[in-house]
């Protein structure tokens, strides 16, 4: 029988990456969720990915999620935690209103008899850093959705993806010198040599998420990560030079430039403790997934140049 996967965040960066890859290997049938599925992103989508239903549903309100994934057997779930309405609700005091989000979800599977549920999470900060880093509520709030469904999994299958750092980012924090009119700089409190495990996310993260599918007893309970593999962010802008001909350079700036403590406690931690913990076992069973990950030089090859977001 094929089964049904339900998609939370369809038109969002995470879940259009899982749409688009589960509605290319046609073994599925699809139901992506969205706040308005009748907005612009999601018809738009509708006539990219034909036989895909759509259903709206929110994250806040538990009986549209509960409704939304009847008769589904997966869920796809992920939270957002740099939406207005969480932030907004982090910014009054709330600071577990992501993880709230996270447990709608996960208790509306439930509800709704749901056979399995892929998490997209990240490692906890706190305890990377062995409690130096604390702040990083974006982890945090993720870490703490995955426990909870963990310690549900005698209710429904748990299976959790870990998004590397996005290469889109270095579109976001892309600026034109303030010297050179001509130079494209790339700006983080980063190490130009530090390492990093980048991930296109709208390319790389739905075929980590099939793989999980195909592979439900290997990967059951455990950790499966998204990424292409370790890179500096120097190559990045090596690598942007290459293909586009502009010339760039990463710069390394202050770590109180980057903005919240947050962000600032965030790139702390990955400095000294590494994203993923410095982990580097998930490339081995990359060699397994069928996908060809992308690397900084492909990432500027696929997507164009349309000039510095500042």
């Known amino acids: ?26 073994k599925y049938k699809l139901r992506a969720l969205t706040r308005n599925p009748d907005g612009e992103q999601a018809e738009m989508l509708k006539a990219k990915y034909p036989g895909v239903e759509w259903v709206g549903a929110d994250l806040d309100d538990p009986s549209s999620l509960r409704s939304a994934f009847q ?24 600071e577990d209103a992501e993880y709230e989000q996270g447990k709608n979800m996960v208790d509306a599977a439930i509800a709704a008899g749901v056979g399995s549920m892929v998490m997209s999470s990240l490692d906890s900060m706190k305890q990377l850093s062995h409690g130096k880093y604390p702040g990083v509520l974006h982890f945090e709030g993720k870490h703490k959705v995955e426990e909870y469904l963990t310690s549900m999994l005698d209710k429904i299958k748990g299976y959790f993806v870990y998004a590397g750092f996005y290469m889109e980012n270095f579109v976001e924090y892309s600026r034109v010198s303030p010297e050179d009119m001509r130079i494209v700089e790339f700006t983080f409190p980063l190490k130009p040599t530090s390492k990093l495990p980048l991930v296109d996310t709208a390319n790389d993260l739905g075929p980590v998420v099939a793989y999980i599918l195909e592979h439900p007893e290997e990967c059951l309970g455990s950790v ?87």
Not at 6 to 19: E, K, N, R
């Open 1 to 26: 029988m094929t089964k049904l996967v339900a998609i939370v965040g369809a038109t969002g960066l995470q879940g259009g990456s899982v749409l688009k890859a589960l509605h290319a290997t046609g």
């Open 71 to 94: 008769g589904a057997d997966v869920v796809f779930g992920v939270t957002q935690f740099f939406q207005k309405d969480i932030s907004d609700k982090v910014e009054s005091g709330n």
């Open 224 to 310: 499966v990560e998204a990424s292409g593999g370790y890179y500096e962010p120097q190559d990045m802008a090596t690598a942007f030079t290459e293909v586009t001909g502009i010339p760039s350079r990463y710069v390394q700036i202050p770590y109180e430039y980057i903005g919240s403590d947050e962000l600032v406690q965030m790139f702390k931690g990955q400095e000294e403790f590494g994203y993923f913990g410095g982990r580097t076992e998930f490339l081995e069973r990359n060699k397994e997934i069928k996908h060809d990950f992308t690397t900084p030089t492909s990432f500027w090859k696929n997507r164009g140049w349309a000039g510095p977001t500042k």
